[in-house]
């Protein structure tokens, strides 16, 4: 049963790439050398716009509306411990023990006092919160980002960050919480719709600040995995048109950038 679905998903995704093809192929020059596919993106990007506006918003306009706010609360901080396991098992992949140590201690704490992760105690507690996955551990061992890639529903990505994706789905917890193949599914599904939810206050910002919303949300995703590349800290001058040739830097060992970092030679999940 859940490789038939997994099966079907794959066939639906590949009609929504077919249609996004047709849509964008009349947009053949990019400004942006991180995106030579913009005729596809935007062709993507416009599909799963429109499915946003007329199936995933309205339900999670509905949710919004239906769930009241502590319910919510308590939805995102269980799904938020899920995810800070796989966040802390990527800061040691990454080699940032302290950050493990932080992260995997709050999984540890709002499971144990927050009632399986319903409670953000550790959060309250001063343990703070950090992003971090695969996609970036992949960036920081030195792998190139590739192309930017719109993926049919998900939205930004680029070639790194979409086997950055696959292996956060594979490698995710929620697999060994939730074993029938219906719970599985909805819970992944849950988890998209509460996200999208948690959207809704920031899209009138954007709507406003973007005079093309494609590209606005294309520029913020590469700054924003840049910034979690390299702490929140790129080095000087480097833009992320330029972040394949900035890798290997990264590649060296976090200590060796965090070294760097302080000499004034470089700065730096």
């Not at 980002?145 to 070639?159: E, K, N, Q, R, T």
């Not at 956060?168 to 996200?195: C, E, H, K, M, Q």
């Amino acid at each position: 049963m859940q490789v038939m679905n997994k099966m079907s998903l794959r066939g639906w995704c590949a009609a929504l790439v077919c249609v996004a093809g047709l849509a964008g192929c009349a947009t053949t020059e990019t400004a942006n050398p991180r995106d030579p596919w913009e005729g596809y993106n935007r062709g993507m990007f416009q599909v799963n716009e429109a499915l946003d506006k007329v199936i995933i918003k309205p339900v999670a306009v509905t949710y919004d509306f239906i769930l009241p706010e502590p319910i919510r609360i308590l939805v995102t901080n269980f799904f938020s411990n899920i995810g800070d396991v796989m966040i802390g098992v990527n800061d040691l992949l990454q080699g940032r023990g302290e950050q493990a140590f932080n992260d995997l201690g709050r999984v540890v704490i709002n499971t144990t006092l927050g009632f399986g992760g319903l409670f953000d105690v550790a959060g309250n507690a001063g343990w703070y919160k950090n992003d971090n996955d695969f996609g970036v551990t992949f960036g920081r061992w030195g792998v190139p980002p590739g192309p930017y890639f719109v993926l049919p529903i998900l939205g930004p990505s680029d070639i790194r960050d979409t086997f950055g994706w696959a292996a956060d789905i594979a490698a995710s917890p929620i697999d060994l919480i939730f074993r029938d193949p219906t719970a599985y599914y909805t819970a992944w599904g849950v988890r998209f719709l509460n996200t999208r939810a948690n959207l809704l206050p920031a899209e009138k910002i954007i709507e406003e600040a973007a005079t093309d919303k494609y590209s606005y949300l294309r520029d913020a995703f590469m700054q924003n995995r840049l910034n979690l590349i390299y702490d929140g800290a790129p080095p000087p001058g480097l833009d992320v048109a330029d972040e394949p040739t900035a890798n290997p830097a990264v590649a060296t060992t976090p200590d060796k950038v965090a070294d760097q970092a302080t000499d004034g030679t470089t700065a730096q999940q």
